[in-house]
Every structure is written in structure tokens, then in C-alpha cells.
């Protein structure tokens, strides 16, 4: 990744303070998760936690309209500043306990002030999905201004030991104008990551990948509560 983008990225994603809100542990229903004020964008059902009955991951925003502001730069009129959180609700046979959340940034919002030119990273060729017993979020770091680079990057978590672990990343970045292309994969449960370079998406006598392996040690493993936006670098640089 060039040292240019680095420093963008880095302003773009690490604006948020976190906020307090109060989730309660247990319910009968999903909707009293949600904190007053705030609304669904995006939810997923599979079985998390292999008892045979389907959990549900929701990604919610608040509403709060102080949070829309005026944008004299390029791109759109408002931004949409409002924050967002990620639950994860075990099923019951009596409703649903909280399994999982993320309350500190993880999940960007709309639109930073920082780069009004971002598009959202969650809701434009991004978001989540349940696979194989897994949660994947994905992201996509898109500017129609300031940089050529598109970043894209996945996060797989596994809920193990009572908690969602974060057994996997994966990192791809290519330049829209000379499709270089570069990727990294990271296992956490094996320790192994590979890093490919040499990539083109665009000239196939350019597209001459290598990938390279080697071991990471990661301890204590990443959690689903402690990942936020600054999560990304510390991962890139393993």
C-alpha cells in the first residue's frame, strides 16, 4: 500500500470516539436491541453457535439529525454522520441473548468529514454475511477524489470460547487507472499469511502474481468488541 494512501486511510477511519448506549443481554425479540433512535440497515440469519437454530447479526445507525451536516467540498450536499453498531443475537428457545456486539467504530459510518469523497464502505459493495458457521463483514474503500487505489478487506470471525474470535483477514487493494493489483491473507488459527503481489487486473502479459508465505503469532487473539477502525493497520502490518 503507497505511504499516500496509508495516511488518508488513516484519517478517514480513525475519526470515531464510540459512543454509550445501552444493549441489554437478553430478549424476546430482536427490536429490543435497538437503542431508541436507531434503525436496522442491514441483517443476517444463519446458525452461529451450532445448536441448529438460526442467530441473526444486525447492523444498526442512529438517527440523530445534529449528526447530518452541510458539505461545502466536492461530492455530496449532507453527511450522514451518524454512528453504527453490530449485534449479534443468539437464538433461544426463549428468544435471543446478546452473543456479540461492536460499539467502538468497527462498522464506519456513511460519510467522515475527513474525505466527503468516500463512498460507504459497508453499503456500497461491502456488508455481512453468515458462511460455514462464520461471520464475514466486508468493507470497500472506494474515493471518486483523492486516490486511484480501491481498497477491499474481510474480516471472518468464529464464535469460540463464548465469544467471536477473529480467525481471518483478507486485504486487496488495485489502482483503478494501472490495475496493479496487491493482496494479503491472514489464518489466525494456523498462524500462516500470505502476501501476493505482482497482480493486474487490466493486462493479463502484466499480471505476473507471486506469493509469499510466513508465520504470524497474534496473542490474544482479536475479538469482535476490541476490533475498531485502527484494526485494519494493525492487521496490514503483521
Same mark, same amino acid.
Given at each position: 500500500?503507497?505511504?499516500?494512501?496509508? %495516511?488518508?486511510?488513516?484519517?478517514?477511519?480513525?475519526? +470515531?470516539?464510540?459512543? !454509550?448506549?445501552?444493549?441489554?443481554?437478553?430478549?424476546?425479540?430482536?427490536?429490543? /436491541?435497538?437503542?431508541?433512535?436507531?434503525?436496522?440497515?442491514?441483517?443476517?440469519?444463519?446458525?452461529?453457535?451450532?445448536?441448529?437454530?438460526?442467530?441473526?447479526?444486525?447492523?444498526?445507525?442512529?438517527?440523530?439529525?445534529?449528526? /447530518?451536516?452541510?458539505?461545502?467540498?466536492?461530492? %455530496?450536499?449532507?453527511?450522514?454522520?451518524?454512528?453504527?453498531?453490530?449485534?449479534?443475537?443468539?437464538?433461544?428457545?426463549?428468544? +435471543? !441473548?446478546?452473543?456479540?456486539?461492536?460499539?467502538?467504530?468497527?462498522?464506519?459510518?456513511?460519510?467522515?468529514?475527513?474525505?466527503?469523497?468516500?463512498?460507504?464502505?459497508?453499503?456500497?459493495?461491502?456488508?455481512?454475511?453468515?458462511?460455514?458457521?462464520?461471520?464475514?463483514? /466486508?468493507?470497500?474503500?472506494?474515493?471518486?477524489?483523492?486516490? +486511484?487505489? %480501491?481498497?477491499?478487506?474481510?474480516?471472518?470471525?468464529?464464535?469460540?470460547?463464548?465469544?467471536?474470535?477473529?480467525?481471518?483477514?483478507?486485504?486487496?487493494? +488495485?489502482?483503478?487507472?494501472?490495475?496493479?493489483?496487491?493482496?494479503?491473507?491472514?489464518?489466525?488459527?494456523?498462524?500462516?499469511?500470505?502476501?501476493?503481489?505482482?497482480?493486474?487486473?487490466?493486462?493479463?502479459?502484466?499480471?505476473?502474481?507471486?506469493?509469499?508465505?510466513?508465520?504470524?503469532? %497474534?496473542?490474544?487473539?482479536?475479538?469482535?468488541?476490541?476490533?475498531?477502525?485502527?484494526?485494519?493497520?494493525?492487521?496490514?502490518?503483521?
Amino acid at each position: 500500500m503507497s505511504k499516500k494512501l496509508v %495516511v488518508l486511510l488513516m484519517a478517514i477511519l480513525t475519526h +470515531y470516539d464510540g459512543f !454509550t448506549q445501552h444493549i441489554p443481554d437478553r430478549s424476546g425479540h430482536p427490536d429490543d /436491541f435497538i437503542p431508541e433512535g436507531w434503525k436496522i440497515l442491514l441483517d443476517e440469519r444463519g446458525d452461529l453457535n451450532h445448536d441448529g437454530m438460526d442467530d441473526l447479526v444486525l447492523v444498526i445507525e442512529d438517527t440523530n439529525p445534529e449528526n /447530518f451536516k452541510p458539505n461545502d467540498g466536492l461530492d %455530496v450536499d449532507t453527511l450522514n454522520l451518524n454512528p453504527r453498531m453490530l449485534l449479534v443475537l443468539l437464538k433461544t428457545d426463549t428468544g +435471543y !441473548t446478546l452473543g456479540g456486539k461492536n460499539t467502538i467504530g468497527f462498522i464506519p459510518s456513511q460519510n467522515t468529514e475527513d474525505s466527503p469523497c468516500l463512498a460507504d464502505p459497508l453499503m456500497e459493495s461491502g456488508g455481512i454475511e453468515i458462511s460455514n458457521g462464520s461471520l464475514k463483514i /466486508f468493507f470497500n474503500y472506494w474515493l471518486s477524489c483523492g486516490s +486511484y487505489y %480501491v481498497n477491499q478487506a474481510g474480516y471472518t470471525f468464529r464464535y469460540q470460547k463464548s465469544r467471536f474470535e477473529l480467525i481471518g483477514f483478507d486485504h486487496n487493494e +488495485y489502482h483503478r487507472a494501472s490495475g496493479d493489483e496487491h493482496g494479503i491473507s491472514i489464518n489466525f488459527s494456523t498462524g500462516r499469511k500470505s502476501e501476493t503481489s505482482g497482480g493486474n487486473l487490466f493486462d493479463e502479459a502484466e499480471n505476473n502474481p507471486e506469493t509469499v508465505w510466513s508465520e504470524i503469532r %497474534v496473542d490474544p487473539f482479536y475479538i469482535l468488541e476490541n476490533c475498531s477502525a485502527e484494526t485494519y493497520f494493525e492487521l496490514l502490518e503483521l
